[in-house]
T-cell receptor
Framework: GENVEQHPSTLSVQEGDSAVIKCTYS??????FPWYKQELGKGPQLIID?????GEKKDQRIAVTLNKTAKHFSLHITETQPEDSAVYFC????????????FGAGTTVTVRA | DGGITQSPKYLFRKEGQNVTLSCEQN?????MYWYRQDPGQGLRLIYY???????QKGDIAEGYSVSREKKESFPLTVTSAQKNPTAFYLC????????????FGQGTRLTVV
């Protein structure tokens, strides 16, 4: 099955700076890579996703890049704000099962005012 | 408003007791999922259902059971056979498989006392 590793586990940034979270995956046939944001006491919410036929995708201050050759993808948050403080999870689809996502262990992001 | 609702938010159970967690969605989604979340770990799939009257085991199904008698509902029973049931449980739904956006509920925190 798919194995997803996520780094770093914690990240503290000054407000206004950028934050980068990296994930690697093992199954070269994976084709869908979502990123979820989870605020304290709540369920995760999709913030951006990318499919294997695209190398980069942006949505305002958030961007995701995918390197299929190296089997890694990254989340970039620019101009961080206090409301960006949360736990972020990356995930990768499993090629052998259309209903399975493998999640990374999560990154706790703290934006310092 | 469309969404996915889990209840209760907090649940306490005595050892040896079965307990059922509720999950209801009004998004008209075919697929529903149950995940378990432990500190420092990603989400792990317990069970999923592609369609009414069908469900499949995920990666950590032992000690859990589910039913899918209605499209809107996917309850999870944590049985006494689950050796370490204290965790945060998340229900999700998606229009189709894992390659489409998953919408999560607010979660149920189960504590065994």
């Amino acid at each position: 099955g798919e194995n997803v590793e996520q780094h770093p586990s914690t990240l503290s940034v000054q407000e206004g700076d950028s934050a980068v979270i990296k994930c690697t995956y093992s199954d070269s046939a994976s084709n869908y890579f979502p990123w979820y944001k989870q605020e304290l006491g709540k369920g995760p919410q999709l913030i951006i996703d990318i499919r294997s036929n695209v190398g980069e995708k942006k949505d305002q201050r958030i961007a995701v890049t995918l390197n299929k050759t190296a089997k890694h993808f990254s989340l970039h948050i620019t101009e961080t704000q206090p409301e960006d403080s949360a736990v972020y999870f990356c995930a990768a689809s499993e090629a052998a099962n259309d209903y399975k996502l493998s999640f990374g262990a999560g990154t706790t992001v703290t934006v310092r005012a | 408003d469309g969404g996915i609702t889990q209840s209760p938010k907090y649940l306490f159970r005595k050892e040896g007791q079965n307990v059922t967690l509720s999950c209801e969605q009004n998004l008209n989604h075919d697929a529903m999922y149950w995940y378990r979340q432990d500190p420092g770990q990603g989400l792990r799939l317990i069970y999923y259902s592609q369609i009414v009257n069908d469900f499949q085991k995920g990666d950590i199904a032992e000690g859990y059971s589910v039913s899918r008698e209605k499209k809107e509902s996917f309850p999870l029973t944590v049985t006494s056979a689950q050796k370490n049931p204290t965790a945060f449980y998340l229900c999700a739904s998606s229009k189709q498989g894992a390659n489409t956006e998953a919408f999560f509920g607010q979660g149920t925190r189960l504590t065994v006392v």
